[in-house]
């Protein structure tokens, strides 16, 4: 049983094209992240919900819109994506001040 | 401003060539600070959570230490499985997010 899954695992697109990256968590945790790793392997905080809020909204192109449906889901729908968008992005989810548990991350490439 | 730095960037060991990597920062009220392990095409692992000065944990040949300005994070008699990349991160009391590190790349040679 996966603990936090992230669809797809790889996503090659075109210039200027709208994606959606989905999260689930089965952990019963109420806060969820979304994270970007460049290709130093930096992590750097995008997005956070807790309880479907959305508590941390880091500088971030407006592009990049999060939704939470319930605190088991937060999925990512980028807009007009850009060559600077490709990256490795991380969902993670933790109970408050713990731990997190992070997906095994998707890989946007952008042609 | 709040910064977490590692160092070194890149370690590379012999089998059961003891070492640290350092985890500094320069941070207001630290909640906790916690160390991963990423295996290459997977997300970081959690391995420790430290949350004051003094503080160790230990978990088979790895051992992290805290200090009011850094940690450390030691591989005793290191094998070849331990390559991967260890990340820290901090947590503060004012904000509930994790600044991270970017990491020191292992690689244990047989």
């Known amino acids: 049983d996966t603990a936090v899954s992230q669809t797809p695992k790889y996503l090659v697109t075109q210039m200027g094209n709208d994606k959606s990256i989905k999260c689930e968590q089965n952990l019963g945790h109420d806060t969820m992240y979304w994270y970007k790793q460049d290709s130093k392997k930096f992590l750097k905080i995008m997005f956070s919900?807790?309880?479907?809020?959305?508590?941390i909204n880091e500088t971030v192109p407006n592009r990049f819109s999060p939704k939470s449906p319930d605190k088991a889901h937060l999925n990512l729908h980028i807009n007009s994506l850009e060559l600077g968008d490709s990256a490795v992005y991380f969902c993670?989810?933790?109970?408050?001040?713990?731990?997190?548990?992070f997906g095994d991350g998707t890989r946007l490439s952008i042609l | 401003e709040d910064q977490v730095t590692q160092s070194p960037e890149a370690l590379r060991l012999q089998e059961g060539e003891s070492s640290s990597l350092n985890c500094s920062y320069t941070v207001s009220g630290l909640r906790g600070l916690f160390w991963y392990r990423q295996d290459p095409g997977k997300g970081p692992e959690f391995l420790f959570t430290?949350?004051?000065a003094g503080e160790e944990k230990e978990k088979e040949r790895l051992k992290a230490t805290l200090t009011k300005k850094e940690s450390f994070l030691h591989i005793t008699a290191p094998k070849p499985e331990d390559s991967a990349t260890y990340l820290c991160?901090?947590?503060?009391?004012?904000?509930?997010?994790?600044?991270f590190g970017s990491g020191t790349k292992l690689n244990v040679k047989p």
């Open positions: 919900y807790n309880n479907k809020e959305l508590i």
């Open positions: 991160a901090v947590l503060l009391y004012n904000f509930n997010k994790f600044y």
């Open positions: 993670a989810s933790s109970r408050a001040g713990q731990p997190q548990h």
């Open positions: 430290l949350y004051s």
